[in-house]
């Protein structure tokens, strides 16, 4: 890949193995000339929706407060108020901007990019000190933030609090950012934002579920599939002088037959794609006002091409194709142009024909789903 402003004047490569999980990153105009991709009334509109989340954080002395939405409108006084913020996450989901600036940090797999998420701040606005689990991309869009960081070990935070501050916050670097501007900080980094007079951050997050959150997802998802015939049985059974305790023969059979369930790499692999593709709660698709015919969508779509909604999730791997949480096979001749859809997450009208039957079927299930449309 060719080096980009976006890095700082780095390729991929090289960001990914000198700071992607491994140190901070400050990229002045990472984005030559960037400005907001909405006025603040179309943000304000967002997080009054609700199925769009949002929050508010703000501050009065040593006071932290912190509110869900959908919020009708800001907060009181809004006008003039400081040390407040507004948080609008999955921007991504709702703005073709702000979904194709997320899609500039595509060299990282679909898998891991997660959101856009914008905060609006009043001056003094910020949500305290805090740490990340997951990667971060900070771009500023408007107006300036003070950011402070810290690799520091100590991370206890202030008991008490309805959000996660740090008690203990020694920063080690500082910069303002302007527009354009962007800091990447890796997971575990302290760091602390405030808005120099009124200001907005984009924020390009990255998803990395715990383990143990994937192990509980992974055996919900293998109970469907669990084949163990038979029954309990002891036809050798003793007289005991103790029926309370549970009996070590009873333990070592049982024991032997769940040792028989097993998991391959490819039950591993549909367990992922499904997953990582499933849309988060509260999303919703809208199908067409008015569905055309399979016959009529094919025709359209030979000559217009289909993008994804961009509330669709799609990956691949192997033969297993997986879109907002469902997966199915496919043959060998379909697999090039279901991967193009999901790379390019469109098909141009010449890529749209000579589609086998299958796929032709999917698509139009999709489009009538409100999972892609035509272009």
Not at 242 to 247: F, W
């Amino acid at each position: 890949m060719k080096k980009t402003t976006l890095l700082g004047g780095m390729t991929p490569a090289i960001f990914l193995r000198d700071y992607w999980q491994k140190k901070p990153l400050l990229v002045r105009q990472a984005i030559p000339g960037f400005a907001p991709l909405m006025p603040t009334a179309e943000l304000f509109a967002l997080a009054a929706r609700d199925d769009v989340a949002s929050r508010i954080v703000s501050r009065t002395a040593r006071r932290w407060d912190l509110q869900h939405g959908p919020f009708p409108a800001m907060p009181s006084g809004s006008a003039g108020r400081r040390d407040w913020t507004l948080l609008v996450q999955g921007v991504n989901l709702h703005h073709a901007g702000a979904d194709d600036l997320l899609r500039r940090f595509r060299f990282i797999s679909d898998s891991r990019l997660d959101d856009l998420m914008i905060s609006y701040a009043a001056d003094g606005g910020g949500v305290g000190p805090h740490v990340d689990s997951y990667d971060v991309f900070l771009l500023q869009a408007q107006g300036q933030r003070r950011w402070r960081i810290s690799a520091q070990d100590d991370l206890t935070l202030v008991d008490g609090l309805p959000l996660k501050v740090l008690k203990h916050f020694t920063p080690e670097q500082e910069y303002v950012l302007e527009p354009g501007d962007m800091l990447y900080l890796p997971p575990q980094y302290a760091h602390e934002g405030t808005a120099l007079g009124e200001c907005m951050t984009y924020s390009i997050g990255f998803r990395a579920p715990a383990y143990q959150e994937l192990g509980e997802a992974f055996l919900q998802f293998m109970a469907d599939s669990i084949d163990l015939p038979g029954r309990y049985a002891d036809p050798g059974l003793k007289p005991t002088g103790q029926p309370a305790q549970l009996d070590t023969a009873m333990l070592a059979q049982v024991a032997q037959a769940l040792q028989k369930v097993r998991f391959t790499d490819d039950d591993i692999a549909i367990f992922l794609g499904e997953y990582l593709s499933e849309p988060q709660a509260g999303v919703f698709f809208m199908p067409p006002a008015r569905k055309q015919s399979a016959a009529a969508f094919s025709a359209a779509a030979a000559r217009r091409g289909i993008v994804l909604d961009l509330k669709t999730k799609m990956l691949y791997r192997g033969r297993h194709v997986f879109i907002n949480g469902e997966s199915f096979a496919v043959e060998r001749a379909d697999r090039s142009v279901l991967a193009a859809l999901a790379n390019a997450r469109g098909l141009a009208a010449s890529e749209a024909t000579g589609i086998s039957d299958d796929v032709r079927e999917a698509l139009h299930l999709w489009y009538c789903d409100g999972w892609l449309k035509l272009a």
